[in-house]
Every structure is written in structure tokens, then in C-alpha cells.
């Protein structure tokens, strides 16, 4: 063999070291996960669903894989700073977002750091349903009488939202359509203070997370009339779902972890059996559902699947209400 062949095949087999070797190092690091702390980001506040639902799984993952889990929260901008900061770290599952539903608008509502383009899925953790209520004052007992009373008095009818663009809005601007009447946007800075002003009287109707609702109930000056999901659920228990007498509608709340774009496989594996681990303590879901939350553990596979079905969903609710950014 001359001396060219010879460096050639001399290259060859370096080459093949080195990719073996590489390999066995993906595999080991694979293996190990995590081996420092793993931050979990929120997009909100300290208190709020998504931070709480954050610190009760990171305790637990932190005994499942004995590393600590840091909760980050970083609210602000309609979740998107902290959408960003998740989506723009290294993508090796040491940084993770707990993200919602709330974020999935907010963000295709920006196309900004959408869900499913800039990150991958990891899995679904929980979800939690909506309720729709109005004030008192308002003579209608049920669903059916509420798109009585609507139908009736187009445009008159007013509900509260947490904002353009939130949750709240996206559920009353479904519910409008699929019911055929007409109701009167009026945005707030966030849903309790809706939930306030129909206490006392100011603003008709609304459409607010479960947790947030029994204090308004007790009062006595809010009315709540259906529940969002599909099935009758005991997060809001003597509540029927709204889809009894408005046909197709449905709208969950949820709870989902995802790690930044290009996150290898075999992590994001790793971080859905701890989930899975976790998401089955009778402790972590009796805890979960005193916050209003219900475990739902799904692959990642699964979560992905929905992320894009919700994504197109939401989108053309956004185009049809002909709702954009606010300025």
C-alpha cells in the first residue's frame, strides 16, 4: 500500500473512533440525566396555577432523580420573556418550561416562540377546567337561558375577560360562535377583577379558570352556569358541561413541559418517565386537584399530537374573531 492509501485508511479509522466514541458518549449522558440541577421555568408568577403545579412535580422529580429542581419564574409580556429565555436555552433538558394553554394562545397569537416550532414536546402533566358565570343580576339560571337572554339582546350582553387575547376572551369569543349570539368584549387586567365587577354588578358574564371561582360563588352575586369540558368533572362538581346545550364546544386548561428545540430523544424520554413516576403519587394527585388541577399524564408523542391540534384550533378561533396583538 503507498504511503496515500495508507493516510487515507489511517483517516478512516480515526474517523470511525471517533464517532464510536461520540456515541458511547451520547448514550452515557443519556444515561445519567440529570447529573446537576434542572431549572423548570414558568412564564407567570409566584403563586400562580403553573408555578404551584411546577414546585409540587419538581419536588417530587428532585427524590425520583436526586437532583434539584429550581422553579424560574419569569411572567411578563403575555408570558412570551418567559417563552423566550425557555425557547433560546441550550437544549440539553436542563432548562424545561411549564407552559399552558394560556401560553400556547398568547404565542400563536404573537408568533413568537410557538410551541410547535421552537420547542419539543415533553409531556402533558395536568389540566383543569373553565367555568362560565354571570352576575346575579342577570334573570338566566343555565347555559340554555344565558343564549336566550343573549340572542335577545344583541351586543348588550357584556363579559369580562383577563385581557385580549387571553384565555378567558378565547373561551367567551368560542362559546359566542358556536351559540350564535352576539356578546360585548370588555377586557381587564386580569380575571379577578372581571369576577369583581360582576359582584357587584358591573359586568354581566365571564369565563374564569375552576380554582378561582367558590369565594365569587359563596358570595352569592355570581352565577355559575357550565363547565367547559366535555364530561361532567368533579373540579367543578353539580356543574353541567356547556356543550349539553351548545353543541360542539369544549375548552381545557392544562399543564405541559417542554424543553427547547433539539433536545436528544433519549432525554426527553428520561424526563416524561419521571413525570410519569411522579404524576402517579396518590400525593402529588391529591395535592394537584386542592389547586384545581387533575393529573393527565400523556407521551410525548401523544403531547405533540395535541400541541398541533391545538395550535390550528386556536388559530382559527384568532382569525375568525379577527383578534391581533394589541399595539
Given amino acids: 500500500m503507498n504511503a496515500a492509501g495508507l493516510i487515507t485508511r489511517r483517516r478512516a479509522t480515526a474517523m470511525l473512533v471517533l464517532c464510536f466514541t461520540l456515541a458511547i458518549h451520547a448514550a452515557g449522558s443519556a444515561e445519567v440525566y440529570p447529573s446537576k440541577p434542572v431549572r423548570m421555568m414558568t412564564a407567570t408568577t409566584i403563586g400562580s396555577g403553573p408555578d404551584v403545579v411546577a414546585r409540587l412535580l419538581g419536588t417530587r422529580l428532585a427524590e425520583i432523580w436526586g437532583q434539584q429542581i429550581v422553579v424560574d419564574n419569569r411572567a411578563g409580556a403575555s408570558g412570551l420573556i418567559g417563552a423566550e429565555l425557555a425557547a433560546k436555552a441550550a437544549p440539553d433538558g436542563y432548562t424545561l418550561w411549564m407552559a399552558t394553554m394560556t401560553q400556547l394562545i398568547s404565542t400563536t397569537l404573537f408568533q413568537k416562540y410557538m410551541m410547535t416550532r421552537d420547542f419539543d414536546a415533553v409531556g402533558l402533566v395536568a389540566s383543569t ?12 339560571k343555565s347555559i340554555a337561558e344565558f343564549v336566550a337572554y343573549a340572542k335577545a339582546r344583541p351586543g348588550q350582553v357584556m363579559y369580562g375577560s383577563g385581557g385580549q387575547g387571553s384565555t378567558p376572551h378565547l373561551c367567551m369569543e368560542l362559546f359566542q360562535a358556536l351559540a350564535g349570539i352576539k356578546l360585548e368584549h370588555v377586557p381587564y387586567k386580569g380575571s379577578v377583577i372581571a369576577l369583581t365587577d360582576m359582584m ?31 364530561e361532567p368533572t368533579a373540579l367543578a362538581p353539580g356543574l353541567a358541561p356547556v356543550a349539553d346545550d351548545v353543541p360542539g364546544y369544549e375548552l381545557v386548561g392544562w399543564y405541559g413541559v417542554l424543553a427547547p428545540r433539539g433536545t436528544p430523544k433519549e432525554i426527553i424520554a428520561r424526563i416524561n418517565a419521571g413525570l410519569a413516576e411522579a404524576l402517579r403519587s396518590p400525593d402529588i394527585q391529591a395535592r394537584l386537584l386542592t389547586v384545581g388541577a387533575e393529573a393527565a399524564h400523556s407521551s410525548a408523542a401523544t403531547f405533540t399530537a395535541f400541541l398541533q391540534k391545538e395550535t390550528a384550533r386556536w388559530t382559527r378561533v384568532l382569525h375568525d374573531a379577527n383578534i391581533h396583538p394589541p399595539e
Avoid: D, E
Wanted: net charge positive; hydrophobic share 45%; aromatic share 4%.
Fill in 200 to 230: 357587584g354588578g358591573q359586568m354581566h358574564a365571564t369565563c374564569a379558570a375552576a380554582p378561582a371561582m367558590p369565594p365569587f360563588l359563596q358570595s352569592g352575586k355570581v352565577r355559575a352556569l357550565g363547565v367547559t369540558t366535555r
Fill in 129 to 140: 377546567p373553565f367555568v362560565i358565570s354571570v352576575s346575579s343580576t342577570l334573570p338566566v
